[in-house]
């Protein structure tokens, strides 16, 4: 049997190369997909105590039914300056007024990781959010979205 290029495919199976090229996107994109920042800073604290957003927060939108369904995630580094104090993030959807996702406290003193995963729903809303428990130390978070599954 020869090999089947492409061109070749497109000419003979056009159904089947319109699947491949989706397929082949959808892994291109979940594997080299840069992360995106969707709030938060190193260098600005945050301050009070009760839920806010991220400093600088960039709204997590999804427009089309197509790019609904997959399961997204963001990374988020919290630190606090002392562990007394703790900050727990979370995903928040602004259009329903609901939490999508709750991270963990966190009180290390040094960078640590946690994923909060999610599935966005078309036309909805989300923001990055964080809560301290007290306002006594300063603590930061960042957070860096990406699409994780199709």
């Known amino acids: 049997m020869a090999w089947n290029p492409v061109?070749?495919?497109?000419?003979?199976?056009?159904?089947?190369?319109e699947e491949w090229v989706k397929v082949n996107d959808s892994d291109k994109a979940a594997v080299f997909q840069p992360p995106l920042l969707v709030g938060g800073s190193?260098?600005?604290?945050?301050?009070?105590?009760g839920?806010?957003?991220a400093f600088d927060v960039?709204?997590?939108l999804v427009h089309d039914a197509d790019s609904s369904g997959g399961v997204y995630t963001?990374?988020?580094?919290?630190?606090?300056?002392?562990a007394a104090t703790?900050?727990?993030?979370?995903?928040?959807?602004?259009?329903d007024s609901t939490d999508t996702v709750i991270g963990s406290a966190?009180?290390?003193?040094?960078w640590a990781a946690q994923v909060l995963a999610f599935t966005p729903v078309v036309g909805k809303e989300y923001r990055l959010m964080?809560?301290?428990s007290d306002d006594v130390y300063p603590c930061w978070g960042i957070g860096f979205l990406k699409r994780a599954a199709a």
């Not at 070749?8 to 190369?17: Q, S």
């Not at 703790?86 to 259009?95: A, S």
Request: glycine residues 6%; positive net charge; contains cysteine.
């Open 7 to 17: 061109g070749t495919t497109i000419a003979t199976d056009r159904r089947g190369y």
């Open 42 to 49: 190193r260098t600005f604290a945050l301050s009070g105590t």
């Open 51 to 53: 839920y806010q957003d």
């Open 58 to 60: 960039v709204p997590i």
């Open 74 to 82: 963001v990374k988020v580094d919290c630190k606090c300056a002392n």
């Open 86 to 95: 703790t900050l727990t993030p979370k995903i928040r959807n602004v259009t």
């Open 106 to 110: 966190a009180a290390s003193t040094s």
């Open 130 to 132: 964080f809560v301290k």
